[in-house]
């Protein structure tokens, strides 16, 4: 059943275009993560947000952002699309850093 | 290089049949996890296993963390039990990544 909700499911857009993603989880969770799975299924972490305390993938460029309002949600904002950001980006939850992870499904982002 | 390689690539059972997943690690883990993803694209934690032997139904892990080893055994195999099973680690860096493989896929076929 799942309780890491995703929206939308799919996204096109251009270069350069903005575009935010949307996370929310029921589980009453702590700690909220995003990670990216490129074409060749590997997934890497971008952010972890734990009790209003981010962290950030150093490697992750700095048109990437994510948003938080509460512990519940975390949406991802990236300021101008590459190519390069075309993947799956798929948010999870966890009741503490390094508890098991719970994950959306996914958004998938095509950059034309 | 590559932090977690996982063995086989792929792996095709008859139903009924076990099933022995393995991940390997070049770094020392401070968490160890399996994952399971379906045909259908989504994530499925399995169980967190950072050391030691853990069970969960059919599903067996054990982590030799000095050998920086783990393996993941499934028995009698189910068509369902199909997709691609992920290992992860976190290194304990402090930036809490996940550091995945690139998955066994598994099919079952009855």
């Known amino acids: 059943e799942t309780a890491v909700f995703q929206t939308p499911n799919y996204h096109v857009t251009q270069v350069g275009n903005e575009v935010s993603f949307n996370c929310k989880q029921t589980l009453g969770h702590d700690t909220m993560y995003w990670y990216k799975q490129d074409s060749k299924k590997l997934l890497k972490i971008m952010f972890s947000y734990n009790n209003k305390q981010l962290i950030v993938n150093e490697t992750v460029p700095r048109r990437f952002s994510p948003q938080s309002s509460d512990k519940a949600h975390l949406n991802l904002r990236i300021k101008s699309v590459e190519p390069e950001d075309s993947a799956v980006y798929l948010c999870?939850?966890?009741?503490?850093?390094?508890?098991?992870?719970?994950f959306g499904h996914g958004t998938k982002l095509s950059v034309l | 290089g590559q932090q977690v390689q996982q063995s086989p690539s792929s792996l095709v059972l008859q139903e009924g049949e076990n099933a022995e997943l393995q991940c390997n690690f070049s770094?020392?883990?401070?968490?160890l996890q399996w994952f399971y993803q379906s045909p259908g694209g989504s994530l499925v934690s399995l169980l967190s296993n950072p050391s030691g032997t853990k069970h969960t139904g059919r599903l067996t892990s054990t982590t030799v963390t000095k050998e920086r080893r783990s393996s993941l055994h499934i028995s009698s195999s189910q068509t369902t039990d199909s997709g691609t099973y992920l290992c992860?680690?976190?290194?304990?860096?402090?930036?809490?990544?996940?550091?995945f493989g690139k998955g066994t896929s598994l099919t079952v076929i009855p």
């Open positions: 999870a939850s966890s009741w503490d850093i390094n508890e098991r992870l719970f």
């Open positions: 992860a680690i976190d290194r304990g860096t402090g930036y809490q990544n996940f550091y």
């Open positions: 770094s020392t883990a401070t968490q």
